[in-house]
């Protein structure tokens, strides 16, 4: 049975070059949900200060220039974690939240983006968490607190909210276990509105989907692709068709919102 009901109350807006160039593809599930997470506390953090400041102009360029002075540090509760990661049933929930938080810790490849002192930079390694530590709440010992101090790349480039940015639903993932679920929805949100959709072939799917293993034949790729766009289709707010053209081994994705068209809901291409 299809879902509709609309989700609007964890989104944040993320930048493509994460997206598209998917420098992210190492991640697991449960580090990209982290990582998802950490956008929508900084950007409600500076939706507030905005609110708050309206009749300051440039409100992002002095929350930079605060932040370079000092570190920027987010204390989350393991319990917030543990729902984020969708880990409301798993024993073992500690370690799976160490994991998620140290491969944030490993620096990624980041390309063409400003940094912090207004650079144009073409290439750089970062990570997205610099450190943290795990430990009990001051005012309740029950609580565990991580306390993470967030690279200010990550926070240059969340503030600076300019074109390039996917908005995207968090509500929708959060049951999602698959990364490449989660990969091919966040994707598919970044291609949304594009007149002409890009094409692509079995190495591009390789490299976003399938860096490790390599698949060889085009059938395989579409049987992947179509799982994961039947969950994307019964849960998110899009629907995807997926074309595939035999004689060239190539693909694109149709795109619609689901409150546009809803008659093509669970239409997949066939396998061949």
């Not at 491969?103 to 940094?115: P, S, V």
């Not at 890009?198 to 399938?210: L, Q, S, V």
């Not at 790729?221 to 766009?229: A, D, G, M, T």
């Not at 619609?256 to 068209?261: G, L, P, Y």
Request: charged fraction near 30%.
């Amino acid at each position: 049975m299809m879902k509709v009901t609309k989700k609007t109350t964890m989104e944040i807006h993320k930048e493509n070059i994460l997206i598209q160039d998917n420098k992210t593809n190492h991640l697991s599930a449960h580090a990209v949900k982290l990582l998802d997470c950490l956008y929508y506390n900084i950007q409600r953090m500076i939706n507030h200060q905005k609110k708050k400041n309206e009749n300051i102009d440039n409100i992002e360029n002095i929350l930079l220039k605060h932040f370079d002075k000092k570190p920027l540090f987010l204390n989350v509760k393991q319990t917030d974690i543990r729902e984020w990661l969708g880990l409301e049933k798993e024993k073992n929930y500690t370690k799976s939240i160490r994991d998620a938080i140290t491969e944030l810790t490993i620096n990624i490849e980041l390309k063409n983006y400003i940094d912090e002192e207004g650079n144009a930079i073409r290439w750089a390694l970062k990570s997205f968490i610099k450190s943290v530590s795990e430990g009990k709440s001051k005012a309740d010992n029950r609580t565990i607190i991580y306390k993470m101090e967030i690279d200010k790349t990550l926070l240059n480039l969340i503030i600076l909210l300019k074109k390039g940015y996917t908005p995207i639903n968090l509500e929708y993932q959060k049951s999602w276990k698959g990364v490449n679920t989660i990969r091919l929805y966040q994707y598919i949100k970044s291609i949304q509105n594009m007149k002409i959709k890009p094409t692509h072939d079995i190495k591009w799917f390789n490299e976003y989907f399938a860096p490790k293993t390599k698949l060889k034949y085009l059938s395989k790729c579409v049987e992947i692709l179509n799982r994961n766009i039947k969950t994307i289709n019964n849960d998110a707010d899009v629907v995807i068709i997926l074309v595939v053209d035999k004689a060239s081994k190539t693909f694109t994705f149709d795109i619609k919102s689901k409150n546009v068209v809803m008659g093509d809901i669970g239409k997949l291409a066939k396998p061949f």
